[in-house]
């Protein structure tokens, strides 16, 4: 039974080890627009945008998962085809004491509530921390840049989204109604 459920859970589901793909489910083919079964063996990195992305991301989840064994964000994905989307990944370590060891994780589309817009590694960081609530001050630290750096960003944000305020494009990030 268990083993049914996880096949065909509503949601994409994967159990990765050491960030490799052991098994994951329809949903997540799906998603990914890939045979769950092809997916055994290979790097969740493969669905990144970048292996910037991948590096970045992993070093941001592994801290989180160090101290609480769980993390979840959203974050630009990349389909087998290459189109891109916006997902909601959620993960559970099940190894406390190296969380990236062996994990069960979920990813979830966003595609219909968040716009995919063409945008850099940096610009992407600064909209996520931008939709966490982070002041410009608090991003600028947290991204080793400066408060006026930050600030180029977003004001690049809010073109590329057609937003005229920083609420508008938190609302559009977050795929809020405007």
Known sequence: MD?????????????????????????????????????????????????????????????????????????IMQRRDGTMFWCRARGQSLTPDSPFQRGIWTFADLSEERPVVELTQREREVAILTCRGLTSKEIGLQLDLSYRTVEEYRARLLRKFGARKLAELVAKLSGMPL
């Open 3 to 75: 083993a049914l459920a996880f096949e065909n859970a509503p949601i994409g589901l994967a159990i990765l080890e050491n960030r490799i793909i052991r098994r994951c489910n329809v949903e997540f083919g799906k998603m990914f627009l890939e045979d769950p079964r092809k997916c055994e063996g290979v790097s969740l990195g493969e669905f990144y945008l970048s292996e910037e992305d991948f590096q970045t991301i992993g070093a941001r989840g592994l801290a989180a998962m160090r101290e609480t064994g769980r993390y979840n964000d959203e974050r």
